[in-house]
Each structure stands twice: as C-alpha cells, then as structure tokens.
C-alpha cells in the first residue's frame, strides 16, 4: 500500500538515459516520443514501473528479442507480453470472458492464453509452448507510452535470469548497463521490489501460479485461528514464504531460487520487513525435512524459536486443505519433479491419505535411480538411460536403443559412463520423481534433451500433444505386501512407447497424448485404490 504524491509541479518526474547515466531527455512527452523511437528501432529498454524494471523490446521484432536473451541470460524461457487493450490481444491469443475478467482485474496479472496460430509475434518470445503470457497495462506510464505507438510489447523482469528483480536507479545501471540500450526512469522510490504475478486458467477458473503484484500481501483469512505466531519458510525452489498471525495467512511475494547469493538476501530481507509491516512475533517455524535446504538452515538459524519439519508432499496437500477449508482426511495426489522423503528417497509422484495433523503415503511411482545429482533434473539422458534400463531389465540393450539414444545425446562415451553409474550406483538417487519421466518422454520423442528452464520438457510434451487421442499404454500398480505402499509402475508404457518410436507407427503428437491419457488413467486408478 502506498499513498504517494502525484502532481504536476511535484512530480514524480521521468527521463530517459543511456547506459552510463547520461539524460537524453527530460519530461513526459519528449522522454516517452524518444523511448518509442528507440523500441521501433529494435533498441532494448529498461523501463521503471510499480514494482521495479521491465526489460522491454518490440515483441515483433525477432533480432531484437534474440538480442534481448543474449544480454539477459535467458536462453529458452518465455517472455511475457503487454499490451494495451483486450481488443490488441485478441490479435495474438484466444481470450474467452474468463479470461478477460481475469486480464482486466484491478489486479492485472499475467494470463497464459493458448496461442493464434498465426499471430505476429516474435517466434522466439515463446517457442516451444503452447501459450503466450499477457498483461494489460496496468501503470500510468504504461498507458502513456502505448500512446505513442507499440503494437505489443515484450515486457519481463529488470534482471539478469535468476536474480532478484531491480527497483533502484543506481543498481539498474550498474547491473543492467550491458544489457539495456536505454533506461526510461523516474524519481519514485520504490521501497519494495514485487515481480508481476501470473494466473493460470484451469477447468474455466483462474489459478494463481505466481502470487505476486497486485496479491500480496493482502491476507488469506481462515476460520481456525493459530495460537501462536507462526513462519513458515517454503522451499528452496521458487521460494514463498508465509507469516500465519491470527486468522491471517500472510504470504510473501515470489521470491525466487534460494542457491542465487543476491536472492537468499532478498529472502532474509523480505522475512523481516513483513514481519514489521504485520507486528508478527513467531513463536513457532515449519520448514522442509531436506536437511540441506537453505530454507531448512535459515529456520534451524533462527533463536529461541522451536523448529517444525513437515514431508515436502504433506505440505503442498495441507495448503489445498487450507485453500478449501478442508481438515481431511483426503486422497491427495502430488506430482513434481523434487521432494526429500521420510525414507530419505527422493519423492515426486504420491499418493497420499492426508489430513492437517497426519498422512499415510498409500502410492506412489516405482523407484528409479537418478544418476548425477543435479544435473539429472536438467539433461534428460540421465532419467531417460535410467528409466529404460529399468523397463528392459536384462534385456536392456543400448546398441538395439542407438537409433534413440544417439538423438537425445550423440556422446557414445557420456552414455556409456551414465551406465556404469547407474550399474554400480555411484552418486545415485532412489527417486519416484513425474517430472523426470516426463523429461524422458520428451526426449524419447525428440522434443528437447536439455531443461535450461523448470518444465521446458514437459511443457513441449504439453504443446505437442494431439486432440481427440484416447488411447493409453498399458501400466500396472500392485502392492508387495500389506503394510508397504503400492507402486506405480510405467514400464510397459516406457517399452511400447520405444516400440512406436523405432516402428514409425504414430506421430509423436500422438504419442505425446497417449502419454498424458496414461499418466491421468494411472493417476486415477491410484485415487480410486485408496477411496
């Protein structure tokens, strides 16, 4: 909340700059004219809002948004998009009245519309997904330059990729000097860094899956009321934290990944200034069991407060029993790529019995070993030479598997050293973990080998996936005794999926749906096995 001055005489005032600082205009009216000259030339601009800067380019223009990933670091991940009307972005994506309500929300979010097929935009803002991410202008500034006019505009964060967003004028030159041609800046201070937050529609609802700008930190009210102040730290990836004061839910701002040095600053500075914006006294702090989680060390850091550990796939079950006012107990299915289990595995694919006090982990998928650490949740040869060793069992053969494997990763020598780690278990994981087998499936159908962003894989599985399959591949789920889970088991899936791939007998956007009609079947089973 703010209640700043707006006036004629008192500003705040805008300029334009280059990179080492120097005015190049002054005003609204000269700044603004200049600044859309330099965006129609194909020049980048770092242009300073509400919350911090926008990187911003002309989204038509394919060598300046290739420029613009050079610069910043940010080789494959989709860029957002503003525009200045619905009517614009109708132009360039399908937007239905759900939709609309949600781009027109004094909130202004960014929403994942599917994309027109032949809409003019920049093939390199998002290629390889099936959406684009509007917004509508949503600050005075914004208005005024569209005024002068930009058709659409490329607008992402002010940051090199995974650094935290810059709000400062003097950190915005120093740290985006290389990168941006000009800077459009006022004299505003911004006290709080805040990234735009993004909503997604799911069955015709609006799901927010970036809670940022314009939604925090206005608190979630719940009907049971804590007895004590509670802080809560999330996780180490895409990083939330939440305060809990009375009734009050209080959760930050998207904070980011916690191994960036500048954005655990962010993360220690943020937990404190709302900790004083709510008068929050925590008592009580609940973090991840992952003992390596720098989220984990902060919590066991703080004094004089006790420490809570709570299972990675509880947690993100309790959260939709809270969003629903739900106590439970309910069958909750988790799917991610990561997760520290309480057998010290890593889990990713659960089914789970689960209440706000209590789980019982009733399935979950068959364990694979994930060889190379790290690494595995990026290069998709490592789940994909694991999984398929698996599913063939004695059998496995990577000479028979060449035509395949040599696709996903040419090194014969690099796939060969993956096999002997994964055949003498050396720097290998147990793991149960979907979104590796997604990563897999991508591979196998030579959508992408590598993640150089969270979901690239699976996101393209998704753009690739044909309408009107309903064919599955087969799959078993069976208990080894009565007091162990039951398993989830895609190795026939994995088999004849390579048996397709070899035979030519589907198109991969076929098989590409098969493996989604597959995965939801098995899920659903599951579910129905522990009703």
């Not at 964060?157 to 810059?166: A, T, V």
């Not at 993004?198 to 940022?212: E, F, S």
């Not at 895409?238 to 839910?249: D, E």
């Amino acid at each position: 909340h703010a209640q700043p001055v707006a006036c004629v005489r008192c500003g705040p005032r805008i300029h334009l700059a280059d990179p080492t600082g120097r005015v190049l205009a002054t005003g609204t009216e000269p700044t603004l004219k200049q600044a859309a000259r330099l965006l129609h030339e194909g020049r980048i601009l770092a242009i300073k809002g509400i919350g911090g800067f926008h990187l911003a380019v002309d989204a038509a223009n394919e060598t300046a948004v290739k420029r613009l990933r050079q610069r910043k670091g940010r080789d494959h991940k989709p860029f957002a998009l503003m525009a200045p009307s619905i009517e614009r972005i109708r132009r360039y994506a399908v937007v239905d009245s759900t939709a609309e309500a949600i781009l027109t929300d004094p909130r202004a979010p960014i929403v994942l519309l599917a994309k027109r097929p032949d809409a003019p935009i920049a093939p390199s803002v998002a290629e390889g997904v099936a959406s684009y991410g509007f917004m509508l202008c949503y600050a005075p500034l914004h208005h005024l330059l569209f005024a002068e006019g930009p058709e659409v505009l490329v607008m992402t964060s002010g940051n090199i990729s995974d650094e935290p967003l810059i709000c400062d004028n003097d950190r915005v030159l120093e740290r985006l000097g290389g990168v941006a041609d000009a800077f459009v800046m006022h004299d505003r201070r911004i006290y709080r860094q805040v990234d735009d937050s993004i909503v997604h529609q799911v069955a015709g609802g609006p799901v927010p899956i970036r809670r940022a700008r314009g939604y925090v930190p206005t608190p979630i009210l719940t009907s049971a009321r804590a007895e004590m102040d509670i802080f809560a730290a999330g996780s180490d990836l895409k990083n939330t934290f939440c305060l809990v004061k009375g009734h009050q839910l209080i959760c930050s701002e998207h904070i980011g990944d916690l191994a960036d040095a500048e954005v655990y600053r962010h993360y220690a500075e943020s937990i404190e200034h709302l900790k004083g914006l709510f008068e929050v006294e925590p008592r009580l702090a609940v973090c991840d069991l992952h003992p390596g989680y720098l989220s984990t060390q902060y919590t066991q850091s703080l004094a004089g407060i006790a420490v809570m550990q709570v299972q990675h796939h509880w947690a993100h079950v309790a959260s939709v029993l809270a969003e629903h006012h739900l106590d439970g107990p309910v069958i909750g299915l988790v799917c991610d790529g990561t997760g520290y289990g309480t057998d010290g595995a890593i889990w990713g694919c659960e089914c789970l019995v689960a209440s706000l006090d209590s789980f019982e982990r009733f399935a979950h998928l068959a364990y694979y070993d994930l060889p190379g650490g790290d690494r595995a949740a990026k290069q998709a040869i490592r789940p994909t030479l694991s999984l398929l060793k698996q599913a063939y069992g004695s059998e496995f053969d990577p000479t028979m598997l060449s035509a395949v494997l040599e696709r996903i990763e040419p090194d014969g020598d690099k796939r060969d050293l993956i096999i002997q780690q994964l055949d003498s278990r050396f720097n290998t994981v147990a793991t149960s973990s979907l979104g590796r087998v997604f990563d897999a499936v991508a591979a196998l159908l030579g959508l992408g080998d590598y993640n150089h962003f969270d979901a690239q894989l699976p996101l393209a599985i998704e753009a690739a996936s044909a309408d009107g399959v309903e064919e599955t591949y087969e799959f078993s789920l069976t208990r080894s005794g009565e007091d162990t889970p039951m398993t989830l088991d895609l190795r026939r899936m994995l088999v004849a999926m390579v048996a397709d791939i070899l035979g030519g007998v589907a198109s991969r956007s076929v098989m590409a749906a098969r493996f989604h009609n597959t995965v939801a079947e098995a899920l659903l089973e599951t579910a129905l096995s522990a009703a």
